[in-house]
């Protein structure tokens, strides 16, 4: 795999674990707001071999419960399933970050037991999807398969939308509710600005501008919770 980044323990990444945090690197979306542009082109560099990553999480077995990988992509990966079958072997639990752009990847880790957690982004509102991902246009089936996926049980999930002011307004959640609806959890993650940003300039939504939101999808799902702001 090609790993980019290395964070040894995190309570946040994998909810209700003590975890580490893998990210790789190479992505298919261009989200504006990405936070880890470094790591999304073709040519980033690898700061770790899976053998590295594998000895560490050996050694801190004791400590931690499981591990998140994220991205970048990380189903863009061939050889994901094989590195994370090493990692079930040393007794971790896996929480896979994904945009759900390869259902079929994510489809096939399910079913061989893989997977003990999955984050879907749900990057907007179908009528804007591909200029929220950064693309200029794009097929939403994948999205919408890996979504009736998710709510078909097979693996516990959450859906989440990072939320830009400039970039969402209300149509946005207007449209996810019925799109995830029957999703256990949907978070709303307010955008903060750091060093990493592919496009610097964005800023988050108020907390009363975010509960708006959070109204809006809760018919839909069995919880709707807000991330990234003071309550």
Request: glycine share 10%; aromatic share 10%; charged share 20%.
């Amino acid at each position: 795999m090609k790993i980019c980044g290395l964070q040894k323990t995190t309570l946040l990444d994998f909810p209700g674990h003590v975890a580490a945090t893998v990210f790789t690197g190479g992505c298919n979306f261009r989200c504006p707001f990405c936070q880890n542009a470094e790591i999304i082109t073709a040519d980033a560099e690898s700061d770790y071999t899976d053998q590295e990553v594998l000895s560490f999480l050996k050694k801190r077995a004791g400590i931690l419960e499981g591990i998140c990988i994220t991205g970048g992509e990380p189903t863009l990966q061939a050889d994901l399933a094989d590195f994370v079958r090493k990692v079930k072997d040393i007794g971790l639990l896996v929480k896979l970050d994904t945009n759900g752009y390869r259902p079929d990847i994510l489809k096939q880790m399910a079913a061989g037991g893989l997977l003990d957690y999955v984050a879907m982004d749900i990057k907007a509102g179908p009528d804007h999807y591909s200029a929220v991902s950064g693309l200029s246009r794009m097929d939403l089936t994948p999205i919408k398969e890996s979504i009736d996926f998710l709510l078909s049980g097979k693996v516990p999930f959450e859906f989440r939308t990072t939320v830009v002011k400039g970039l969402h307004t209300k149509t946005d959640f207007q449209q996810i509710g019925p799109w995830i609806e029957g999703c256990p959890q949907y978070f709303l993650q307010n955008f903060k600005e750091s060093e990493y940003v592919l496009q610097p300039g964005f800023t988050g939504f108020s907390l009363s501008e975010l509960q708006e939101f959070a109204d809006v999808v809760k018919p839909f799902a069995g919880s709707v919770s807000i991330r990234g702001v003071d309550l």
